[in-house]
T-cell receptor, first 115, second 111 residues
Framework: DVKVTQSSRYLVKRTGEKVFLECVQD?????MFWYRQDPGLGLRLIYF???????EKGDIPEGYSVSREKKERFSLILESASTNQTSMYLC??????????????FGDGTRLSIL | QKEVEQDPGPLSVPEGAIVSLNCTYS??????FMWYRQYSRKGPELLMY????GNKEDGRFTAQVDKSSKYISLFIRDSQPSDSATYLC???????????FGAGTRLAVHP
């Protein structure tokens, strides 16, 4: 079974802090993704990565950055946290299987509150 | 118009009922279709994955895709209280691996 592990289930931070959310997958997947999920807005893609040291902006990258130094680990960084970044953050990974898109597998999420 | 439309519910059914969950989409380029189940305070869990029109069955779950009508469905037979969750449809344009999600339908199965 695919295991995507997010380092924290719940996190409380203050406005202006730099926040790191960590995600690790154990299935040697090439692709990794960060989403946020908000009531009424659904899941929105923040950033994704197809390979180590590679990143692509998703639909809502403003205020975020990412880091992928190792294949199994994908970090989301809130450069200067703001209250509108209070949300559920979900990490996902998927396999590159030439020519056929593979489904994404999700972690259990980090519920982040910015005070 | 959203690319993927899904009725948010809530949908409330008695235990043992057949549940039908649906999504419509507007982009004919979508090729791969998924259903995820999400329990409260957990991440989405993959239930079904298909890339062709027709039916795919897995236990009590059947996924149906009609590309000509741009319509996908998930059927749950003999529904159980443990099926109470939010069900998200998702789809991908081939080669991009960027999932487009529906809003999710909240399902409650009562004993």
């Amino acid at each position: 079974d695919v295991k995507v592990t997010q380092s924290s289930r719940y996190l409380v931070k203050r406005t202006g802090e730099k926040v790191f959310l960590e995600c690790v997958q154990d299935m040697d997947h090439e692709n990794m993704f960060w989403y946020r999920q908000d009531p009424g807005l659904g899941l929105r893609l923040i950033y994704f990565s197809y390979d180590v040291k590679m990143k692509e902006k998703g639909d809502i990258p403003e205020g975020y950055s990412v880091s992928r130094e190792k294949k199994e680990r994908f970090s989301l960084i809130l450069e200067s946290a703001s209250t509108n970044q209070t949300s559920m953050y979900l990490c996902a990974s998927s396999l590159n299987k030439g020519g056929k898109d593979q489904p994404q597998h999700f972690g259990d999420g980090t519920r982040l509150s910015i005070l | 118009q959203k690319e993927v439309e899904q009725d948010p519910g809530p949908l409330s059914v008695p235990e043992g009922a057949i549940v039908s969950l649906n999504c419509t989409y507007s982009n004919s380029a979508f090729q791969y279709f998924m259903w995820y189940r999400q329990y409260s305070r957990k991440g989405p869990e993959l239930l079904m994955y298909t890339y062709s029109s027709g039916n795919k069955e897995d236990g009590r779950f059947t996924a149906q895709v009609d590309k000509s009508s741009k319509y996908i469905s998930l059927f749950i037979r003999d529904s159980q209280p443990s099926d109470s969750a939010t069900y998200l449809c998702a789809m991908i344009i081939g080669g991009y691996n960027k999932l487009i999600f529906g809003a999710g339908t909240r399902l409650a199965v009562h004993p």
